[in-house]
């Protein structure tokens, strides 16, 4: 259907929300996976299972975002909007809850954070620009991935104004070369980029796992291919593929994962999938069949999966100190790693309560709008008003 038929780009994409959950829950049951998080098994056998069945999930959790970020942002982007607007809400959806989240590292985990040279750029989101292992992952680990989307919003204007201009029939043609461009930057950091001295936790070096996942201007191509295909969408380009076939693809592509080279499963084998995925479940949206994923319960957990990203990590580490590296037979195990997600869901629900939503509603409208004056592209925003405090897309 093309853009007329659909209102404008006002249409909201429920399932979305909803989806943002699933996603979350993966990255927590990857760094549940991990021996220096949690790992309760005693049942040796079983945790390296657990390990390996969650092994990508962390990458694929994170990817899913920011194709998602790509892929909201273009579909609301109204005009009339200014660019002040913007980077206004934009700024106070993911500043405030991790400077909450930053806080609470400092305060509770402080032995393991070095001083200012490294605490400083993680406050300021900039620490993922730091080719420095003990910078790029630092604090809060999580919080890197915001890096990436500041770099997004702060660019969406201008990708917005090249992607809106692609002529209808070549929108395809591009998500085939942003892709090629994803594959060939991996392709020349594993060819080209040392491999050592090895990390002992992946099997690359420090400067390929910087360049290969953290540094925020080459996971641009991801959020591009979000971009892309809600123009697809909106243009009446959408072949049509169902959400069952998209989750069967998306399928498929973790199985790659989990045999290709280890630098190609962190975002090369999924990125596809994953972009078709969230436009089949938009379609689904527009079309208004069922996806299982509109209900009052499962879009809670998706508004609240932001704060619950940015607490579980600090969760995790509380759990494992009190733990104290005991090991438990498989079924009390699986009780602690769901009492863990549980309480990570509490706590991230307290965080989107008192923090991210009171601002989203206080000052995220800013007072009276006003027109764009400049010819800059219009930025994207929610949908409308009412949704400003709980926005459709999801940052990481």
């Known amino acids: 259907m093309p853009d007329r038929q659909l209102g404008g780009n006002r249409q909201k994409l429920p399932s979305l929300t909803g989806l943002r959950f699933f996603a979350a829950a993966l990255v927590f049951c990857f760094h549940a996976s991990l021996a220096k998080m949690l790992d309760p098994f005693a049942d040796r056998e079983f945790a390296d299972g657990y390990a390996l069945l969650f092994s990508k999930a962390g990458w694929a959790g994170v990817s899913f975002f920011f194709i998602l970020s790509g ?10 909007d200014t ?11 993911i500043y405030p ?11 509770f985990f402080s032995a393991t954070v070095a001083g200012p040279e490294v605490w400083l750029p993680n406050l300021l989101l900039v620490h993922s620009w730091v080719p420095d292992l003990d910078t790029f992952v630092s604090v809060n680990q999580p919080s890197w991935s915001l890096c990436s989307e500041l770099l997004f919003y702060l660019l969406f204007p201008l990708l917005w104004r090249w992607v809106r201009a692609i002529n209808g029939n070549r929108l395809w043609v591009w998500f085939g070369i942003t892709f090629a461009g994803l594959l060939g ?11 050592t001295p090895r990390l002992e936790e992946w099997p690359l070096s420090e400067l390929q796992w910087w360049l290969s996942y953290n540094i925020p201007p080459l996971r641009l191509f991801e959020f591009v291919l979000g971009m892309l295909m809600a123009r697809v969408l909106k243009e009446g380009r959408w072949i049509g593929l169902g959400i ?20 190609f499963g962190l975002n090369v084998t999924l990125a ?15 079309s208004g069949r069922r996806t299982g994923l509109r209900g009052r319960f499962i879009s809670l957990l998706g508004e609240v999966s932001f704060a619950f990203y940015l607490v579980h990590y600090l969760v995790l580490l509380a759990v494992h100190d009190l733990l104290d590296e005991r090991k438990f037979a498989t079924p009390v195990a699986l009780a602690v790693l769901v009492a863990a997600f549980a309480f990570s869901q509490l706590v991230g629900w307290l965080l989107f309560v008192c923090v991210e939503r ?30 400003e405090a709980k926005p459709v897309v999801q940052q990481v």
Do not use: C, E
Request: net charge positive; hydrophobic share 55%.
């Open 71 to 80: 892929f909201v942002l273009a579909w609301s982007a109204r005009p009339g």
């Open 83 to 93: 660019l002040a607007g913007f980077y206004r809400r934009r700024l106070l959806k």
């Open 97 to 107: 809850n991790h400077v909450v989240t930053w806080g609470i590292a400092l305060l």
């Open 185 to 195: 930057t991996q392709l020349i950091i594993w060819a080209w980029v040392p491999a």
């Open 244 to 263: 069952s076939p998209a989750l069967a693809l998306t399928g498929v592509g973790y199985a790659l994962a989990l045999v290709v080279p280890w630098q």
């Open 272 to 286: 596809v999938p994953l972009a078709l995925l969230v436009t089949a479940v938009a379609a689904a949206d527009i």
């Open 358 to 387: 009171p601002v989203m509603r206080r000052w995220a409208s800013g007072g009276k709008k006003q027109r764009v004056t400049t010819s800059a592209p219009s930025p994207a925003s929610v949908p409308d008003a009412a949704d």
